[in-house]
């Protein structure tokens, strides 16, 4: 057997940040503190911190007055943060800024008066937050037939946005029919998905088509993990989501002679080794690393870490 780790795969720069700083309010403030959501939608990332004993909330109206609360990297609504300002909470805002951009782009175009169509799945986290900004100007579609449901006066303004982990060529069906029903809409000046979602996305789909089978490493809350895995099927190459090796199946790799294994951005390398090494026992698979595109993208942490280090 040969075993091809896609490059690049796992942690983008978004959820480096998240993590890091998360890391970072513990070793400075101890672990008794609470996340508004998974900090990144990773099952072994999550678990590892509640185990440290990092509190996940759904509700802020769940985390204790003047308690420190970090937002995760999938961002928040304006609403949410009001609730936590009249709970007095330490906040500290672990958003990706590539998901800020999208949040300031809707508030930009909402002022100006647009009508915003947001390309997304309904009930994300990134997405929840994105409606919150603007929730009267902003109307949520994720198929072409969703588009050809909309109904706006001839000549309106419209712009479109779209959620930054989607498949681009998902995405791409989406807009394309937008952009044929209204000639007139508006994109923002750079696109919104992220260039980490992109990039692992262009891995699946080069190296796929030689594979045998298709392994993701990700959470199924992951949006992005499970766009890789849908790339690898279309691709007709047998693909499987999982968060690590204790959910790999023998069945899957009986007469395979290739494994592709790639990792969505908010799975750890550490999942990743562990199933190299579960097939490199069973089947003294051979390591292959092929690389389609060098990252090196940083995020500062956030400055709200920084002041309240001054404060407590």
């Not at 999550?46 to 990297?73: H, K, M, N």
Request: with cysteine; aromatic share 6%; net charge negative.
């Amino acid at each position: 057997m040969k075993i091809v780790l896609a490059n690049p795969r796992g942690f983008c720069a978004g959820v480096n940040m998240a993590i890091e700083c998360l890391d970072e309010v513990i070793r400075n403030f101890g672990a008794n503190v609470f996340v508004y959501h998974e900090i990144v939608h990773n099952k072994y990332v999550v678990d590892r911190f509640t185990r440290q004993g990092v509190t996940f909330v759904d509700r802020i109206a769940d985390v204790p007055e003047e308690a420190i609360l970090l937002y995760s990297a999938h961002g928040v609504s304006p609403e949410i943060r009001q609730q936590a300002k009249a709970r007095r909470l330490h906040t500290i805002d672990a958003t990706c800024p590539l998901v800020t951009k999208v949040h300031m782009e809707a508030i930009r175009y909402a002022r100006r008066g647009y009508h915003i169509v947001l390309v997304g799945h309904e009930g994300h986290d990134e997405v929840i937050g994105t409606m919150g900004e603007a929730p009267e100007s902003i109307t949520l579609v994720d198929s072409p037939a969703e588009v050809d449901k909309l109904e706006f006066p001839a000549g309106a303004d419209i712009a479109y946005l779209t959620q930054t982990t989607l498949s681009v060529q998902e995405a791409g069906r989406v807009i394309e029919q937008l952009k044929r029903r209204f000639p007139q809409i508006e994109s923002p000046p750079k696109e919104d998905i992220c260039y980490a979602t992109t990039n692992r996305q262009e891995a699946v789909a080069a190296m796929a088509p030689d594979a045998d089978v298709v392994l993701v490493l990700g959470s199924q809350n992951s949006s992005n993990s499970q766009r890789l895995a849908e790339i690898g099927r279309d691709c007709d190459t047998p693909a499987y989501l999982i968060d690590g090796a204790h959910e790999l199946n023998p069945e899957w790799f009986t007469e395979c002679a290739t494994v592709l294994v790639t990792a969505g951005a908010s799975a750890p390398e550490v999942v990743v080794e562990e199933c190299i090494d579960w097939l490199v026992e069973r089947y003294a698979a051979d390591v292959e690393h092929v690389t389609i595109r060098e990252e090196h993208v940083n995020f500062p942490l956030p400055k709200e870490l920084r002041e309240l280090q001054g404060k407590i």
